[in-house]
Nanobody, 126 residues
Framework: QFQLVESGGGLVQPGGSLRLSCAGS????????IGWFRQAPGKEREGVSC????????DYADSVKDRFIISRDNAKNTVFLQMSSLKPEDTGVYFC???????????????????WGQGTQVTVSS
């Protein structure tokens, strides 16, 4: 059974860093576009970043460019989101998701991703 499990969230001060992990089981993530999304209380889910299947092309929301880096570790069947220079507005539940169609290049659109993890909470606060 295919599953995505996020981890690595927590409480961090503004300017700090966190690395989120999205571990896959039951299938090989290499063949899927993987996206990271977040949802703050009272707000709609928004795209953060994605990495395309096969080519590894990446895309980022303007709000996180130059601060976040998405990467794959194929040996671990895991996709990471390295987050730096965190701001209070980065607070939210972070989800990873898979586009099983293998779209390349990926687009950070929630409707393109049909398989979701359960999410991990990130709180940026002093």
């Amino acid at each position: 059974q295919f599953q995505l499990v996020e981890s690595g969230g927590g409480l961090v001060q503004p300017g700090g860093s966190l690395r989120l992990s999205c571990a896959g089981s039951g299938s090989t993530l290499y063949y899927y576009a993987i996206g990271w999304f977040r949802q703050a209380p009272g707000k709609e889910r928004e795209g953060v970043s994605c990495v395309s299947a096969i080519s590894g092309t990446t895309d980022y929301a303007d709000s996180v460019k130059d601060r976040f880096i998405i990467s794959r570790d194929n040996a671990k069947n895991t996709v990471f989101l390295q987050m730096s220079s965190l701001k209070p507005e980065d607070t939210g539940v972070y989800f990873c998701a898979a586009d099983l169609t293998g779209k390349d290049p990926c687009l950070i659109l929630p409707d393109d991703f049909g398989f979701w993890g359960q999410g991990t909470q990130v709180t940026v606060s002093s």
